[in-house]
Structure formats: C-alpha cells, structure tokens
C-alpha cells in the first residue's frame, strides 16, 4: 500500500519561509516522479512543482518559481519542497502526489496515481 505522508507545514509571516517534506512508502520511490500541488479554499487544486525520478528535471508554476524549490533524497524516499519568500497568496494545504512510471512528470492532478492528505501553510501578512 503505498503511503505519502506531508509534514512542515505551520502558520508563517509574508516574507519568511519553509520547508515542507513528503516522506514515501510501498511505491519504487526512486523510478517516481513527484509532484507538489496546494489548493486554497474555495480553488482549484493547482501545480505547484514537480521533479523526474533522479531530481535531473524540475518543474515550477509560474507563480512559485524563483522562490520554490523541489529536491528529493532517493535514499530518504522523501521529496521536499523549500519555500522562501512566502506571500499570502501562498496560503493553501500543500499535497504531495506520486507518479510511478519513470519518464513522465506529470504537471496536472490527473497525471498523479497517489496522494498524500496534505499540510497546511498559512502565510500572515
């Protein structure tokens, strides 16, 4: 059964910034593409960043990118995502989704096959 479980998410101030990591179970982590997505209320669950199998590849929504990084340890089977610069607009649960198929990085909720239950992050201005 796989299992990805979200941790780091906590309430923070504009400006400041987090790391949020996403610790797997029961998939090939290391021939997974991972993605980070969030979703604020009322909105649509939107990408945030996503990463290949070996971390060689990186993607970024427009609206995070310059200020997000994603990173995985294969050895941890843990992806993180590093947030700095935060803004209020940034406010949303962060999930963390997996993609078992090596070659694809998927940049949409449907390319996903796992989800974990999220983690909230809450940026004060």
């Known amino acids: 059964q796989v299992q990805l479980v979200e941790s780091g998410g906590e309430p923070v101030q504009a400006g400041g910034s987090l790391r949020l990591s996403c610790a797997a179970s029961?998939?090939?982590?290391?021939?997974?593409?991972m993605g980070w997505f969030r979703q604020a209320p009322g909105k649509e669950r939107e990408f945030v960043a996503a990463?290949?199998?070996?971390?060689?590849?990186?993607l970024y929504s427009m609206s995070v990118k310059g200020r997000f990084t994603i990173s995985r340890d294969n050895a941890k089977n843990t992806v993180y995502l590093q947030m700095n610069s935060l803004k209020p607009e940034d406010t949303a649960v962060y999930y963390c989704?997996?993609?078992?198929?090596?070659?694809?990085?998927?940049?949409?909720?449907?390319?996903?096959?796992?989800w974990g239950q999220g983690t909230r992050v809450t940026v004060s201005s």
């Open positions: 989704a997996g993609h078992g198929t090596r070659g694809i990085t998927p940049i949409v909720p449907q390319g996903y096959d796992y």
């Open positions: 029961g998939l090939t982590f290391s021939s997974a593409a």
């Open positions: 990463c290949n199998w070996s971390g060689g590849t990186t």
